[in-house]
């Protein structure tokens, strides 16, 4: 077997059928109608009143963080452990990110390192549900509480993921998604900013569209600046298919995901996300952790070894703190992060995708159970 990518779009349902209809009746920017059906079936996908659409996650996330009204000199806890994308929205404001390392165990924000970061200039938690997995939410809803903050969700990686039997999107005052190729669902490129509040999703309305007014008098009057992340109709489009079949892509990853634990449980030295007890994971990238001695090889060495079979494999993300471009944000040293720095030193994705296959799973398992005898 030979060459399994890293992660592949699966797009089974009408996205090709919906696109020709976009194209061929010329509605191709974001005024069509699917637009509108995307953002509806989304929102109600995730338990939630509002969607708006936008062009990518990293927008939506900037995005939800005007609507909740972060302005310059602001701080907004972040997990130290994510992708990049949810520093920098905090930065495009003006605004601080302020770093908080992981749990050990689940990979997601430690709630009992929050309170420590807050000060007078903290505005906003943005909790991460890495992998598709829920954070413990009820301690951020504690702390929220507590110190008068909102709560900002990435869920870049969680479409259809539940807390308490609630959806993501419901979780939060406001979430971000992304629909990148690689997500689990997707428009190639593109993003939706979901929330219950009527207030936040005018909001979005309004700066999503160069604050134009939203009484729909189009004046060329501009109150505010705003920008243009609007979705085009072609790429909602390819959306709407993809909510359509939701539930199918979203079993697809979990249970592809729950085939890489049986099969490689026995395995010692691979460490993978523990799921808590309240969440249920969609499983979005494989990640797995490898320590290298009790496993008999390096992390590198591994990756180099499925690379030589086939296998693509990627590296985990780097932590916020050790970003040349976020040093500022960073306090006082790199040792405050210990399970952000033991995740970026050790951790690689396996091949993930919603049409991934368990033959090729059991063919990368075997690989990695081969390489530990060598
Ligand atoms: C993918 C991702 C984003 C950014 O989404 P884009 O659509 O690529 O801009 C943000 N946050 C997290 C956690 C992600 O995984």
């Not at 994510?82 to 990110?97: E, H």
């Not at 770093?99 to 906003?124: C, G, L």
Request: hydrophobic share 35%; net charge positive; proline share 2%.
């Amino acid at each position: 077997m030979n060459n399994i990518p890293v992660c592949e779009p699966l797009l089974s349902g009408n996205e090709l059928q919906y696109v020709l209809d976009a194209v061929s009746t010329g509605w191709i920017s974001s005024s069509g109608t699917y637009v509108h059906k995307f953002e509806n079936s989304f929102a109600s996908y995730c338990d939630s009143k509002y969607g708006v659409s936008v062009c990518n996650g990293t927008v939506a996330l900037h995005l939800a963080l005007i609507a909740i009204g972060i302005k310059k000199g602001d701080e907004v806890i972040i997990p130290s452990f994510t992708m990049v994308a949810s520093a920098f929205a905090v930065c495009y404001l003006g605004a601080i990110p302020v770093f908080v390392d992981v749990k050990k165990d689940t990979w997601n924000i430690d709630p009992s390192k929050i309170s420590e970061k807050i000060t007078h200039k903290t505005k906003a938690i943005m909790v991460v549900s890495i992998f598709g997995l829920p954070c413990e939410m009820n301690k951020i809803y504690e702390i929220a509480k507590k110190y008068n903050l909102k709560i900002l969700e990435d869920a870049a990686e969680s479409h259809g993921s539940e807390y308490k039997g609630k959806k993501t999107g419901s979780l939060a005052d406001i979430t971000a998604f992304s629909f990148f190729a690689n997500k689990n669902l997707t428009t190639g490129e593109g993003g939706m900013v979901v929330t219950n509040d009527k207030k936040l999703y005018n909001n979005c309305l309004y700066y999503r569209n160069m604050c134009f007014s939203l009484d729909g008098n189009r004046n060329y009057i501009h109150q505010d600046i705003g920008y243009n992340y609007r979705l085009s109709n072609v790429l909602a489009a390819i959306g709407l298919a993809q909510v359509e079949k939701a539930d199918f892509y979203r079993k697809k990853r979990i249970s592809q995901g729950r085939l890489y634990e049986k099969k490689l449980q026995k395995v010692k030295g691979i460490v993978f996300q523990a799921k808590n007890k309240e969440s249920k994971s969609v499983y979005w990238m494989n990640g797995i952790v490898i320590d290298a001695k009790v496993y008999g090889h390096t992390r590198d060495e591994l990756i180099h070894y499925l690379s030589s079979k086939g296998v693509d494999t990627r590296l985990f993300f780097v932590g916020m703190h050790r970003q040349p471009s976020l040093l500022k944000y960073r306090g006082t040293n790199d040792n405050t992060f210990p399970v952000t720095n033991w995740l970026s030193e050790n951790g690689l994705y396996l091949p993930s995708g919603s049409g991934l296959g368990s033959k090729k799973i059991n063919y990368i398992c075997q690989q990695i159970i081969d390489f530990q005898k060598k």
